[in-house]
Structures are given as C-alpha cells and as structure tokens.
C-alpha cells in the first residue's frame, strides 16, 4: 500500500509549488480534495478486497454477510450429522476384507470416492515403501533323545500352530485370504538353541538377567508382551547376543478378566481367546520411524535407499498366542532362577501359573532347545495415502486431521478402522457444512494414511515430502488411531491443544445419559498424558514441530472386555458386542473431533494455551530434577514401592532406566558425583545448578506466554463484541493485523523446540521437549536429551543439553 500512496502525495506537493495565483489556490484545493479522495477510495478499495479474502466472521465487518454459515450453526451441523448407522455401514466396509499395507489399493480409492461424495476434493497420494510380507514360519520344542544304538536325534515335542482359531461366532476369524501370524519388519532366520524367559524384555529385565549372570548369548528369548514397544524387546535381546525372540500375550496382563477368574473367553465372554496373536512391527521405533531405507526423505520413485542395520532387527522373531507359549514355558519349569528370585517386577502378572507354569527364566539344558524358523519378503511397494482439501480463506494457516487405514488382518475394528469410519463421519459432516455455504477460516486437511503399522510410514513419508509447506503453514495435526474400544474417553496432546480438548468435550453429549444431560467431559477426569509414538502424529510432533493431539474412547484395563489388539478377533463381530454396541461412541468420537477441528479452523483468534505450554514446561524440569535426585540418593534409599504402581508406571520406569551398570555405585563414585571428578568435567552438582537456568527461562517463557493469551483472549473478545463503525476502516484494519500477529506466534510457538541436530543417536527426532522414551518406545518422554545424559550419568553430556533447551527456550520467549 505505501508504493500506491507514495506517488500521488508527490504530485502534490510538486504541483503547489509552481502555481503561485490565488484563484489557483482554488485549483490546488480541489487538486488536493480529489486526490485524498483518490487515496481514501484506493484505500477502501485494497481494504475491501482485503476483507473480501478474509471473510471474519464478525458480524461488522464486510463479507461477514456472505457466510452463510456462522460459527453457532457450523457446530450445530457438526453435531447433528455424525450417525451411529453410517459409522457402523464404514466400519463393516472396512473390516471386510485385508488391508495390510501397501496392500489394498481399493480401499485407498474408495475412501477417495467417498470423500468426493461428500463433497471434499480428494486425492490419492502415492510412496515406494520398503515392506516384508510373511512367507513362511515355524515354533518347535525339540527334545533330544538317545537312540537304542546310543546315537541321539531330536524329537518334536511340541509344534506350535501359529494360526488363530476360526470361530463360528466371528465372521472375519475366517475370512479367505487372512493375513498370517507375523512381524513387521523381523528377519528371515532358522534357528535353534535353548530358550531363556526374559519378562517383559525391558532393558532393565535384561539388566537383572545379566546380574543373575543368566546366560543370553547365543539364546533364543521368550518374553511377554506389554510394557514398551515390542520392536525394542528384540533390539536389546539382540544387542546381548540372543538369536532369536519369541513375544507372546500373557492373560496374566488382563487383569480380572481372565479364565484363571472364571470368565468366558471370546467369543463366549470378554475374557482374552486363547489362540489369539498380537501381530505387529518391530522396527526400532524409537530410533527413527518411517520407511527404515529413507530416513528423512520421502520414499519417491528412484530415490536412494539406505541401509537398515540400526533400525531393523536382525535376528528373527515371531509373536505367538498364550496357547502356543505354555508347553515352552513349562519346558521351562525348573531351570534357572526362578521369577520369584528376581524382584517383584518379575511376578506381577504371572497369569499361566494356573495352567503349571513356574514362570522359571532357564535356559533350558541344551537338550531341551526351540525351533524358530521365520521367512519374510522384502519388498519396494506403493502405498496410498488418502488427501482430502477444504480450502480456507487464509491461505498458510492449515489444520490436518488424520488417522490410518491399514490394519495387520482383514479385520480392525478398533485398530484403527473405528477411526477410519469415524474421520469418515467427520469428513461427511464438514461436507454438509460447505453444501449450506460454509467456508472455513483455515484451510482443512483430511489424511486416511496407509502403513502406519510398520512403523507409521505413510504419515511419516508424507511430512517428509512436504515439510517447507508443514513447518510454515500447519496450524495443529489432530489424530485418530483407535478410535473407540470403550466407554471412557481419553486424550494425549501437546499442552498449547489441552484448552481446546476441554472446550470440544464439553459440548458433546455422552451417549452416558444416567445423569440426562451430562457430557463427555463431566464423565473424564481431565488427565491428557504426554505425546510418545505409537501413531500417525509422531512426524508432525517431534520431526516438524506441529503441536498434535490424539483423542479416543478405550476400556478400562482390567475390567472391561480384554481388546485384542492385533488379531484376528479385532473384529467387526467382536467391536459391536463387546466394543461398541450399536456405534453410539463411534458417533460421539466424530463430534468430539469435528468439534475440535472447527474451533481450531473457523476461530478468528486460534485458541492456543501460551501459558499451558509454559507450566506444563516448568513440571518437566521438576520431573528432571526430581530423577537426578533419585540417581543422586544411595540405592537402598532409591527402591520404590511398586506395588503402589501401575502397570504404566513400573513399564516406564524399568524401561527409562537404559543403563544401570551404575545402579550399584560404591562410595567413591558417590563422591565423585557431588564434586568435580578429576579431569575436571562437570559433576552432577554443576549439572544441577545449571538445570537452574532453565527454571529462569521458563519464567520468562511464562511471562510472555500470559501476555500473548491475554492479548489473544482480549482480540478474541473485541471479534465477539466490538461494534466497530462501517466507515472506520482503519481500525478494523488495525483489529485484522493484530489477529494475524498473535495467531502468526501462537502458529510458531512449538517449532521453537526443534534442535536441527536432532537427539543424540537418533538425529531424525528434533523436537528437544517431546520424544518417545528411548527404551519404551510408545510412551512419552520429556526433555530426552536431558533425561538419557541422566541415564548414562554424562554430566557433559547434560550441560550441553540444559544450553541446548535454554536457547529454545529464550528463542521460544523472543518470538513470542
Ligand atoms: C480390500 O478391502 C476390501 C474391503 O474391505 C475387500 O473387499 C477386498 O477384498 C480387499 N482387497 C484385497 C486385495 O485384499
Ligand atoms: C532349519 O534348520 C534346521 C537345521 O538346524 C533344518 O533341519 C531345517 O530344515 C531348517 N528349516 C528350514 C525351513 O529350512
Ligand atoms: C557369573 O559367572 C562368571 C563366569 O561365568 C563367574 O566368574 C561369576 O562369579 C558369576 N557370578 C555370579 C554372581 O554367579
Ligand atoms: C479384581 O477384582 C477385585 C475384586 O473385585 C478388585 O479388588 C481388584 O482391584 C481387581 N483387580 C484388578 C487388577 O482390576
Ligand atoms: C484449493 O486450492 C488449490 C490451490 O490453490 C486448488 O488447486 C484447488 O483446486 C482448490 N480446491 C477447491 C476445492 O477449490
Ligand atoms: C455413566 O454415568 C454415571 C453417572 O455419571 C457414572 O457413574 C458411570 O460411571 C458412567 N458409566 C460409564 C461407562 O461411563
Ligand atoms: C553402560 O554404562 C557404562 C558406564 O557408563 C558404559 O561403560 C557401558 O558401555 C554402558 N552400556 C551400554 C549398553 O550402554
């Protein structure tokens, strides 16, 4: 505007000074008249067009008129539109035939279609993803024997079927072309050797192993699921020089919803059907997610690959069900330790001691030894994700909602196709907003991603691809994965989206009507844990500096109908008897999102929580303080009463604790802790008081953060009640700009914590707050770099680590 305007003050001025006659006063009145009015309709004229694009919907303000839709109307379409009925007709669609990834192009294509009936422009999108396919398998237990001629030969003792149980009551347990028991992304092998039980497969079980001075090398691993991600129970078995892994699901884990306490198992009752198998990747999630041979790069046609050593495991694994786990157990039976000789993380959940199982860690004599023969196919094979656009009236502030498509069999009704009906409910209701009119604010992605069970690849590749576009214009990504396998709702996110979980929840009723009129919210109690991994928004989060969040319904652990994550019985037979009879939460979970991607894409002021982000920060240096403390105390002073804990908390904590060769420190290095050690090198002291100026930095983060909200909530308040005058252009102007200003820092505020460099080991993860846990892999971890330096008591390491997060910290501040 300043160049249009320049040029006619010019003439101005030049044209006053050559006219000295006094009836040319009058001309030069008139020449300046008309020229201020020149200026002021070139003015109204830019404005207009200005807020013609920008059509905010303030009841003042010129285009506000032609929303058809206001804010109040496109929440009450949101609301009315989603269908139990039509999430149920998706759900059957989608659980009716396998849909591994990469390996269902009609479902991609059909998804498309459907959007496109619903009025979203959709597009298929298309990566070469490196991919493995189960060819062939075997578990047995051979025994030795001698021979009458005194030569020994093995026999079979017991051979494991590796198949689930096709159940009459369960259509999809039978379906033709069913997908194998397998892992993803597990090597190819044969091997045989005596087997050692290693509990959960946590680093700290394989740390009390190597202390009982339990022999590993060269063993094949048996251990149960739960805890932390199944991908690093083999990476540190593997690590130790075991040779195979064997991961099976102990009913133990289910808590009172077992056949030990007399319940039915499935399809008769909830409790957990004792052929089923959890099937699922064991890339090295924590280390880098996404196609393993593309790190950081999108997975085009022709682009190099790299090589898998560190990601992929390379020794073979196969999971198996409770059924197939107990003769190998009971081989076990009075070899080695006993469980209950280790410490009680040990014999929390030994659900198969019912069935004759000691729950002995062995190994077995040398003449008692498995079979584990695993054959996979490696592959370089498209896959679709499914891209959906609404476009908004401001062009680089973009909202992505997403959930997954693929599943590891043919059914998936919770995981993760109740999200997939659900985002299609969504996606149909902001359809029949745009029919009445409607057009948003922001700019609305919809993504139905394809191979996120072997390590989140489509989302990840596709924000690879995109990530100029992702870091400057992405508002918030909001997830769906499982969306419904219960009643009670549940949410992860990051602290700036906690504000508007709350907003969204409270205005959706729960299909819990026994107190009439209560909402999802009066029935939650408000606990939204941190991001880990596990799902789609791991690149947004951590690789992009997106603030994301993720909301479902789920069981109650322990009481509800064991859900059989997985296996075959993820079944639409199994989600509407026992999951969610009738899809009433399945229509809830689509208004609770479309709720939320409203507020964030057709609010003029984004509703970000500044200050949220800034106190949840300051509980994270608490939390880091609070583990070097315990690090610091003497190990009697340090064993914690795990009986007080959850299954959660005790996973998290044995698989936080990466290295505890120091767990066991000795007075000298206790004393050399608490000064400086002897090169010099800073001590746990130094490291403590520097952790201090991360507490001054946060304070200063908080300050600005409670400016910036308060500056928001004030605009966000004018928009609601200002009368501003039609002919005021200027302020209106001035109101726009400043909206544009507090949203433009609120858009930017977690891409402060990205460190380029990366974490340490696993560069691709930059986000310095936010990662998931090294050694657990789905749950959360806060400050990694300064919780692993902990870890491995690199004081160093640390220091650089505090400097690291303070500079983010104070960048966040400035920007702010
Ligand atoms: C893809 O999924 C659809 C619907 O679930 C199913 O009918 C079809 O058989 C599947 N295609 C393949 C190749 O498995
Ligand atoms: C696996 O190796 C054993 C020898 O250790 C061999 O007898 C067996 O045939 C092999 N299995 C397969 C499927 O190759
Ligand atoms: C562990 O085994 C090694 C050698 O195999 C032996 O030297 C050591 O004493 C053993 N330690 C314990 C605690 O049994
Ligand atoms: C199992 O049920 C008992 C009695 O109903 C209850 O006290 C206990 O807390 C339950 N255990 C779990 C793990 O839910
Ligand atoms: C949305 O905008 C893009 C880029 O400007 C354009 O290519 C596309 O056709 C638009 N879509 C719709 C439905 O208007
Ligand atoms: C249903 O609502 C009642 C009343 O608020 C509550 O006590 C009960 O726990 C709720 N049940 C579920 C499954 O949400
Ligand atoms: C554990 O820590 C010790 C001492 O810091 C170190 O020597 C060792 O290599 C570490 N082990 C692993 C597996 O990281």
Redesign the pocket.
């Known amino acids: 505007m300043p160049t249009e305007q320049t040029p006619l003050i010019t003439t101005v001025r030049v044209s006053s000074h050559r006219h000295r006659y006094s009836h040319n006063v009058v001309r030069r009145f008139c020449t300046i008249a008309l020229s201020s009015i020149l200026i002021w309709f070139s003015l109204a004229f830019i404005i207009l067009a200005f807020f013609s694009t920008i059509q905010i919907p303030h009841h003042a303000w010129p285009g506000h008129h032609r929303r058809k839709v206001s804010y109040e109307q496109l929440r009450q379409v949101l609301l009315d539109t989603p269908s139990s009925k039509e999430a149920e007709e998706w759900s059957r669609y989608y659980t009716s035939g396998p849909h591994l990834a990469g390996k269902n192009e009609s479902q991609a294509i059909w998804t498309k279609e459907k959007w496109e009936d619903f009025g979203i422009q959709s597009e298929v999108i298309s990566y070469d993803t490196y991919l493995n396919f189960p060819v062939d398998h075997r578990l047995a237990l051979l025994e030795k024997k001698k021979g009458e001629d005194g030569a020994s030969s093995r026999k079979v003792a017991f051979e494991a079927s590796l198949v689930e149980d096709v159940l009459d009551q369960d259509s999809t347990s039978g379906l033709e072309g069913r997908i194998p028991t397998f892992h993803g992304y597990s090597a190819s092998g044969n091997v045989t050797a005596p087997v050692v039980y290693v509990n959960y497969g946590t680093y700290q079980d394989y740390e009390d192993l190597l202390k009982a001075n339990v022999s590993l090398e060269g063993k094949i691993a048996i251990a149960r699921y739960g805890g932390i991600f199944r991908g690093l129970k083999i990476k540190r078995a593997q690590e130790l020089g075991m040779i195979g892994a064997i991961l099976y699901s102990d009913p133990g884990d289910d808590g009172n919803v077992t056949e030990a306490n007399g319940v039915a198992t499935y399809p008769d009752g909830p409790a957990r059907q004792p052929s089923s198998v959890q099937r699922g990747s064991v890339e090295f999630l924590s280390v880098l997610p996404g196609d393993p041979t593309t790190p950081g790069y999108p997975s085009k046609p022709g682009v190099p690959r790299q090589p898998t050593d560190n990601i992929l495991p390379r020794i073979p694994s196969v999971p198996i069900s409770y059924m197939d786990a107990l003769p190998i157990l009971k081989a076990l039976n009075g070899h080695g330790p006993a469980a209950k000789d280790f410490n009680r993380y040990w014999t929390l959940n030994t659900g198969l001691s019912y069935k004759g199982v000691d729950y002995n860690i062995g190994p077995t004599p040398d003449d008692i030894v498995v079979n584990l023969y695993n054959e996979q196919e490696y592959v370089t094979t498209p896959l679709w994700n499914v891209i959906g656009i609404i476009n908004g009236t401001i062009p680089d502030e973009v909202i992505i909602v997403g959930n997954h498509r693929d599943a590891w069999i043919a059914g998936g009704a919770g995981d993760p196709n109740s999200g997939s009906a659900v985002l299609n409910e969504v996606v149909r209701s902001f359809g029949a907003a745009l029919a009445l009119g409607w057009k948003p604010l922001r700019t609305i992605v919809f993504a139905s991603w394809d191979g996120e069970e072997y390590g989140l690849v489509g989302s990840t590749e596709w924000v690879e691809e995109y990530l100029p576009w992702i870091r400057k214009a992405n508002v918030a990504y909001l997830n769906l994965d499982v969306g419904v396998i219960g009643k009670y709702f549940s949410a992860g996110a990051a602290p700036l989206l906690h504000r508007v979980i709350y907003e969204a929840t409270a205005g959706v009723q729960s299909p819990n009507q026994t107190v009439p009129g209560q909402t999802v919210r009066d029935l939650w109690d408000g606990q939204i844990h941190v991001m880990g991994s596990g799902s789609d928004f791991t690149a947004f989060q951590d690789f992009a500096g997106v603030p994301c969040l993720d909301v479902r319904f789920t069981g109650h652990e322990h009481e509800d109908p064991v859900y059989h994550y997985h296996s075959n019985y993820d079944s639409f037979d199994w989600m509407e008897k026992y999951g969610d009879p009738g899809f009433l939460y399945h229509r809830t979970i689509a208004q609770v999102l479309s709720l939320i991607t409203a507020q964030l894409a057709d609010v003029p002021v984004i509703t970000f929580g500044a200050a949220d982000y800034a106190n949840a920060l300051e509980g994270y240096v608490k939390k880091v303080e609070a583990k070097l403390e315990a690090i610091l105390l003497p190990r009697s002073e340090r064993d914690l009463d795990i009986s007080m804990l959850s299954e959660e908390a005790i996973a998290e904590i044995r698989g936080s604790h990466q290295?505890t060769?120091?767990i066991d420190i000795n007075d000298n290095d206790r004393h050399r802790r608490h000064g400086h050690n002897d090169d010099g090198k800073p001590s746990a002291e130094l490291f403590k008081k520097a952790l201090e100026r991360l507490h001054k930095a946060v304070s200063e983060l908080t300050t600005s953060a409670t400016k910036l909200d308060s500056q928001a909530k004030e605009l966000a308040r004018r928009v609601e009640e200002e009368h501003i005058p039609w002919w005021d252009w200027p302020k209106r102007l001035k109101l726009i700009l400043a909206i544009r200003a507090v949203n433009t820092k609120y858009k930017y505020m977690e891409r402060s914590f990205l460190f380029d460099d990366g974490l340490d080991g696993r560069p691709w993860f930059k986000h310095v707050v936010f990662a998931p846990g090294l050694w657990t892999g789905y749950s959360g971890a806060v400050f990694p770099g300064l919780v692993e330096s902990i870890d491995?008591?690199d004081w160093t390491n640390a220091k650089r680590w505090v400097d690291i997060i303070e500079n983010c910290l104070k960048q966040a501040s400035k920007r702010l």
């Open positions: 290295n060769s120091r491995s008591e």
